[in-house]
């Protein structure tokens, strides 16, 4: 049974620092790209990062805040957060797409977590 389980969510303050980890179960994790995504209330599903064997990718709003990694050997992925800003708040998704492309688009991915919420104050 396929799994994916983030934590690692809750209350920052703006410019602080939050990161997020995703534990995966039930499918070959090397095999995939992993992702995160995000949505706020009332927005579209939006990239934030992913990671293939060996190079992130990053949407355009968090590049030089935000680094997502990969242990192979764990099977978890991780969300380093830095600088956030209230914008940032949302619920946050690990995704899993099979392959080494990495996809910007949600649609793509084949398997979510249930995700995890962040929250940033001003």
């Known amino acids: 049974q396929v799994q994916l389980v983030e934590s690692g969510g809750g209350s920052v303050q703006a410019g602080g620092s939050l990161r997020l980890s995703c534990a995966a179960s039930g499918f070959t994790f090397s095999a995939y790209v992993m992702g995160w995504f995000r949505q706020a209330p009332g927005k579209e599903c939006e990239f934030v990062g992913a990671?293939?064997?060996?190079?992130?990718y990053y949407g355009e709003s968090v590049k030089g805040r935000f680094t997502v990694s990969r242990d192979n050997a764990k099977k978890t992925v991780l969300l380093q957060m830095n600088s956030v800003k209230p914008g940032d708040t949302a619920g946050y998704y690990c995704?899993?797409?099979?392959?080494?492309?990495?996809?910007?688009?949600?649609?793509?991915?084949?398997?979510w977590g249930q995700g995890t919420q962040v929250t940033v104050s001003s």
């Open positions: 990671v293939n064997w060996g190079h992130a």
């Open positions: 995704a899993a797409v099979r392959g080494d492309m990495v996809s910007t688009s949600s649609w793509e991915y084949e398997y």
